[in-house]
Nanobody
């Protein structure tokens, strides 16, 4: 059973926006670094963005810089991924992951707790 739950995915037209949420009721997410990852059909999972436990460090993959924003509200035990200017190549299963230690590498192996993901489809 996943300890993280993602929501907010869906079908959007090119140029549109979505906001994804990652939350848990099982532990205090505020003590953890959180990352967003995505996986398109037939492709490897790739890191999208990550944020440290209090939001003081943020990293983005080059392909989302200027379009996506990661943020967190520790009082609500939630991390967000705001996505703008979505393109068909952004289509994929978006998952969030958490770990006690922050890494700027956006590597999936650096995160130990995962959600099952929410599907984002960008299509006209």
């Amino acid at each position: 059973q996943s300890q993280l739950v993602e929501s907010g995915g869906g079908l959007v037209q090119p140029g549109g926006s979505l906001r994804l949420s990652c939350e848990t009721s099982e532990f205090a997410l505020g003590g953890y670094a959180v990352g967003w990852f995505r996986q398109a059909p037939g492709k490897e999972r790739e890191g999208v963005a990550s944020i440290s436990s209090f939001g003081q460090i943020i990293d983005y993959a080059d392909f989302v810089k200027g379009r996506f924003t990661i943020s967190r509200d520790n009082a609500k035990n939630t991390v967000f991924l705001q996505m703008h200017a979505l393109q068909p190549e952004d289509t994929g299963l978006y998952s969030c992951a958490a770990d006690l230690w922050y890494s700027s590498t956006l590597a999936a192996n650096d995160f130990s707790i995962w959600g099952q993901g929410t599907q984002v489809t960008v299509s006209s």
